[in-house]
């Protein structure tokens, strides 16, 4: 029996390992990382900042965009552009990394975006904060969840969707999630949701609508599949499973010396070597450590000035570098004592690896 859907038998994609299979490449050329040297700038430079889109990149000619607001709200609404700029504005300095940043990594790892280490990148988000909205239009006491719908809309595992996430009540009120229209001072460019995105500080990169079209206060809590069937975290493929929330701590450091074009592999001359990183963590909890690891060695690494509490904070330390080969680390603590593990903790998905990031040099 043809069931007209030709993307039916992909519910499930078995774990793999070795080669990048072509559609992962595919994947990973539509969604570019930030090349770790850019982690110096305190604020990632708009084409520097890793992008993840999962369907097509809606194509919006003109600023006539109307947001819907619906649901359980006294007065449903469709908002231009021009009414959410009228509402008092904030800008953010956020650090947003994907949930499944670090999935490479993993053995074996789950078929999607192959991100190693690079999908991460911190912005100045300037928008109004979410509560303004949904203060004018007027939640209902039953309103538990405010769901998030994208203009973009495409397939998974068979099923047909537009990209939509939700957030209960309460987060969704908080000063600090933005209904963001410009980014590092700029209108915000097509590939990361011109013109209105939602952004969600603190969390992974999923809870983050792009090119934002709807919001719907919600009696029940939201069921579609971005967030239901998935970032979900799993041990096993049919293991009980929590949601993916907030950002895990983590920190990277920039491959010192000189690199080869292919390999990437760093060559390194022998001596004092100045190495720099970042570390940041989620929910809005701050960065109390980073550690430099040389050869399964730990050395304490200076910390640099906070930059928000949604920001990731720069550390640097020096390595005395000598002849042969050498294996660099990082790891970092947050506030709660919540430390990198140096293994990556299983998922099914390849979500929230945040295992201390390794990196191999050679020193002549
Ligand atoms: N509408 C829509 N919003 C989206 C996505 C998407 O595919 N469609 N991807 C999400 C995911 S998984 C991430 S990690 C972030 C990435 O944001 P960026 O591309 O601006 O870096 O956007 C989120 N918001
Ligand atoms: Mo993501």
Redesign the pocket.
Known sequence: MSSGNPFLNTERRPHVDGLFDAHEVALSNRNPGIPLEALRHDVSPIGL???????DVPYVPEDDWQVEIAGRVRTAQALSIADIKALPARTLTVT?E???NGRANMRPRYPSVPWAYE?V?TAAWTGTPLRHVLNGAGLFDDAVEISFI???RGYDRGQEHA?GRSLKRRDALSEDVLLAWAMNGQPLPP???FPL?LIVPGW???A????LKRIEALATPYDGFQQVSSYMYRTAPDAPSTPVTHMRVKSLLIPPGLGDFYSRHRMVEGGPIPLFGRAWSGAGVGITRVELGIDGAWQEARLGPEQGKFAWRAWSSTWNAERGEHVLSCRATDASGDTQPLTARWDVGGFGNNAAQQVHVHVR
């Open positions: 900042h890793y992008l993840l889109t999962h369907f947003l994907c949930a499944g999908a990148g994208g203009a973009d990209y590939q990361h949701g995105r992974y990169g999923m983050s609508v792009k090119w």
